[in-house]
């Protein structure tokens, strides 16, 4: 793993699994000069650092997503300008706007997904080789969708996407499902992976859920860390937890955490333009050192960064699992 991997060791006397890093948040809200706010971003090792995609709303809160790149994973400079897509064959580049993106490399290339307006949201798929020139495929779903994250390899033979069916609006439910696709264009094989909790069994997650960072895979399956959402008199409350899903069928959940993983409990998580909001969206690790980064969107305004320990983690997914 590169050694200029972003991590900070875990506070003394503090025994949680995760733990925020002690400067955040890593990205401003007016980290470029048009930016309203910066959140809910996806990075990805590159070269001899790391890249990005970033959501930057911009003073007329128009939602679009930019590049950027970092030699270390915690200081980034970001593109001023929203990245620019040339069509992918004969597909006609369109949107309304552009947000919440994920990335993953997948054979060849840097693969993003993000939601995407056409009439209503729905998800949006391109690609970069270099962060520089970008291409647009065809969107992978109809409207309505949200959270579209692909698995970093194919499994039996095919793309892997998760995603979230939804309405047009600030969806009070959602489930999420998984599809397949053997092309990255058509998409099929829908199949169901987990839905809210019962208030009594799990409240933190009972509204909706949504996949966060592209799952990697451990000896116990593929690790991802989700987003859970309550409903509470003050509105939704965004927390995370992790879920374990199998290798070989990853509609089927091994283990997922009944506690929540963390919630917002800083300034910069509860107070925002929207308040209380912990946003997973990607994750580095680096199994030699039993290490993992977790960059998350906080209060809809900054990008954080989070740590733990992959094995802890794992231990303490099947230790408190939903039954």
Not at 38 to 45: D, G, H, K, M, Y
Not at 52 to 57: E, Q
Not at 278 to 283: T, V
Request: proline share 6%.
């Amino acid at each position: 793993m590169k050694v200029n991997f972003p991590w900070e060791e875990r506070p003394i006397n503090s025994s949680d699994v995760i733990w925020r890093y002690s400067d955040n948040p890593i990205i401003r809200r007016n980290q470029i000069a048009s930016s309203n706010s910066i959140f809910n971003s996806a990075v990805v090792p590159f070269k001899d650092g790391y890249a990005g995609v970033f959501r930057c709303d911009n003073k007329a809160v128009q939602m679009n997503i930019h590049s950027g790149f970092s030699t270390d994973g915690i200081n980034w400079e970001i593109n001023p300008e929203p990245i620019v897509f040339s069509p992918h064959g004969n597909t006609e580049v369109f949107g309304d706007y552009k947000y919440d993106p994920r990335v993953v490399f997948i054979e060849d290339r840097y693969w993003i997904t993000w939601c995407e307006g056409h009439n209503g949201p729905t998800i949006g798929v391109g690609y970069t080789f270099d962060f520089k020139e970008f291409f647009q495929s065809e969107n992978a779903f109809l409207p309505f969708n949200r959270n579209g994250v692909l698995f970093p390899k194919k499994i039996q033979g095919k793309y892997v996407m998760l995603s979230r069916p939804s309405d047009n609006g600030h969806t009070a439910f959602g489930d999420i499902y998984l599809s397949y696709s053997p092309d990255m264009k058509y998409w099929g094989e829908h199949k169901h992976v987990m839905s809210p909790t019962s208030f009594k069994d799990s409240a933190w997650q009972c509204t909706k859920v949504g996949a966060g960072s592209v799952p990697f895979l451990t000896q116990e399956g593929w690790l991802m860390f989700y987003h859970g959402v309550i409903t509470t008199c003050n509105g939704f409350r965004y927390a995370m937890g992790s879920v374990i899903l199998d290798k070989e069928n990853p509609h089927i959940v091994r283990y997922r955490t009944q506690p929540y993983l963390l919630t917002p409990s800083t300034t910069y998580e509860q107070i925002g333009d929207v308040a209380n909001v912990i946003f997973p969206c990607a994750s580095l690790y680096d199994e030699e050192k039993d290490r993992v980064s977790i960059y998350y969107g906080a209060a809809d305004t900054v990008v954080a960064l989070a740590f733990g320990r992959i094995s802890e983690i794992i231990k303490y997914t099947k230790e408190n699992s939903l039954k």
